[in-house]
């Protein structure tokens, strides 16, 4: 079995093409997708400014094979992103992804003398 590394992936976009209806339900929801909600999740954490209603993001956490990498990792969570926009019904372009490692970020830790 190969060894596995969690990933966090915030994937970016643009809203394109929203009909009035999604536009409305994106309006009336931005208090739930503002900056609390910011959260890595598997399912995906969208949020979004309603002024102007221009981009969003989407927050996720992958696990996936350490040899695949972060561009892999990137792949799969866009894949989700466009998923999840899709059964929504929200128009979108200009999807990226930026990732990093869990398993391999560096931690400064402040020492003794310096708290």
């Known amino acids: 079995m190969s060894e596995q590394h969690t990933y966090r992936v915030i994937v970016r976009g643009t809203w394109d093409g929203l009909t009035d209806e999604a536009r409305e339900r994106l309006l009336a929801e931005a208090s739930e997708h503002g ?3 910011m959260r890595f999740t598997e399912e995906g954490s969208l949020s979004y400014e309603p002024r102007p209603l221009k981009h969003f993001s989407l927050r996720y956490v992958v ?3 350490a040899a695949d990498g972060e561009e892999m990792a990137g792949a ?3 894949d989700r992103a466009e998923r999840t926009l ?5 128009g979108f372009r200009d ?3 930026t990732v990093t490692d869990l398993d391999t970020m560096k931690v400064n830790r402040k020492s003794a003398s310096r708290r």
């Open 95 to 97: 999807l990226r992804s």
């Open 35 to 37: 900056l609390a909600s």
């Open 63 to 65: 696990v996936s094979d």
């Open 76 to 78: 799969l969570a866009e």
């Open 86 to 90: 899709r059964e929504l019904g929200y």
